[in-house]
């Protein structure tokens, strides 16, 4: 078996946990691959890897905040992850740093028993015609050219062809539920139990824009921002392409999900280290 770690870099906390995993982890006889930059951390340069290589790995284990979680989830594919937080409880990191080395021998050996379980949680992605961005686990944002005056558009949105929205404004924003406490929830969006399957389509700063809308999960979402220089796309807040004005983008579903691997995060407990 073959197990990845990444840490969250320049966190010794992180590096530190890493290091006592994959000791407690060779004991067992699993092959332990470590990020790149952990590896060097920890002087064992022989066992790094770049993250994009991880998706050959059986398990992968990522230790740090939500934004580690979601740089391993870009890269892992279908390859299950267990979250580790650091002490704060979050939306992706269900396992605190004192149960990580249970947590990770529970999953290891599951695995060798054939009964790895995981819950796969969707991502969505945004596609014009030629092209399809990056697979996103919080939101896509459609928008002008910059957020604030001057920097917004003629925005349109459709729902399987029906207009839903249209008029001035900065952008919009389409949310899957684990998304929903991210950027949606500082638009003023509404929060989505991961238990919902829907996406949220929320308008940011629109002069008579509509309220935030969920959609089931399998609904065609389209935006177009028009009577701008250029529109841009970005995918959790990382990936950012420029496009055309007036070019239709297209937000649904993406054909991978995420998959997650050990206890699920208590939705009501991690709510509580938002305020």
Request: no cysteine; hydrophobic share 35%; aromatic share 4%.
């Given at each position: 078996m073959e197990v990845g770690i990444v840490a969250q870099r320049d966190n010794e906390r992180a590096a530190s946990l890493a290091r006592t995993l994959g000791e407690r982890l060779g004991e067992s006889?699993?092959?332990?691959?470590?990020?790149?930059?952990?590896?060097a951390t920890l002087g064992r340069a022989d066992a790094g890897r770049p993250v994009d290589t991880f998706d050959a790995c059986d398990l992968v284990v990522s230790i740090g905040g939500d934004g580690t979680f979601l740089f391993t989830a870009r890269e892992a594919n279908r390859t299950p992850i267990l979250g580790v937080n650091l002490g704060e409880v979050g939306f992706l990191n269900a396992v605190g740093p004192d149960e990580a080395e249970a947590a990770v021998q529970r999953e290891v050996d599951a695995y060798?028993?054939?009964e790895l379980t995981v819950q796969e949680v969707p991502r969505i992605a945004a596609r014009t015609d030629g092209w399809r961005g990056e697979p996103a686990m919080n939101e896509v944002?459609?928008?002008g050219p910059r957020r604030g005056r001057g920097g917004g558009g003629q925005i349109e949105v459709r729902v399987d062809g029906s207009t839903y929205g249209a008029g001035p404004g900065d952008g919009v924003l389409v949310a899957t539920p684990t998304g929903s406490t991210a950027y949606n929830l500082s638009?003023?969006?509404p929060l989505v139990h991961p238990d919902v399957g829907g996406l949220v389509i929320n308008e940011m700063a629109a002069r008579d824009g509509m309220p935030p809308l969920i959609v089931p999960l399998d609904?065609?979402?389209?935006?177009?921002v028009s009577g701008v220089e250029y529109a841009v796309v970005v995918s959790d807040g990382r990936a950012r392409r420029e496009i055309d004005a007036g070019t239709t983008v297209h937000v649904g579903l993406a054909d991978?999900?995420?998959?997650?691997?050990?206890p699920a995060a208590d939705f009501f407990e991690a709510l509580g280290k938002l305020d």
């Open positions: 006889d699993v092959t332990v691959r470590f990020d790149a930059t952990t590896a060798r028993r054939g944002v459609v928008q638009e003023r969006g609904r065609d979402v389209t935006v177009t991978q999900p995420v998959r997650l691997a050990g």
